[in-house]
């Protein structure tokens, strides 16, 4: 009854998402969710509550099949890493305030953008950020997601590439037949 989330279901007589924890018996992360049960009057009289354990989300990201030298983190509303890719062991339960770049997308404390940042691994990426409105990360949360800015412009470059060719191309064809 101590834990935010089993407090939160009983002010609000609804479904509550409490925040990254480390489970007291089990010692695994989970985040925990909570609904109260209530009586005749709409007064709690029990509370159901469950521990989703976060090895699943760290699956998913994993299986997200994003270009190599992608990042991918899942943060909670309070700050918290609760899934990455790669690095999940040296990053999950970590606050986010321990990245410049997760930093900056709390600041800007807008819904959904993106944003240019170097990572902590040197790499260059352009992030993506969204907020999520979800039972698993409450209202707030984020997930953030970097792509390396070689891998995010490969496309753009190959274009320019060849319009660039084309245009010499038909500048030399166009000289000749003016010659």
Known sequence: ANRPYFQRAIATRAFAVGDFQIGYVTHIPTINVA???????????????????LSWLDQMTKLANLPPESSVW??????TIIA????????????????????????????????????ADGVERIYA????????????????VGVAKSMALRG????????????????????????
């Open 84 to 119: 990455s890719a790669p690095d999940s062991a040296k990053w999950v339960g970590r606050s986010s305030e321990d990245s410049p770049i997760a930093r900056e997308v709390f600041r800007t404390n807008a819904s959904e953008g993106t944003l240019p940042g170097r990572a």
């Open 74 to 79: 899942v943060v909670d509303r309070g700050g």
């Open 129 to 144: 950020f969204t907020r999520i409105h979800s039972a698993l990360a409450g209202n707030g949360g984020q997930v953030i």
């Open 156 to 179: 753009a470059r190959k274009i320019l590439e060849w319009q660039l060719l084309s245009l010499g191309c038909i500048a030399l064809v166009t000289l000749g037949a003016a010659w």
């Open 35 to 53: 609904l109260p049960i209530l009586d005749e009057r709409k007064e709690p009289f029990a509370v159901i509550y469950a521990a989703l354990e």
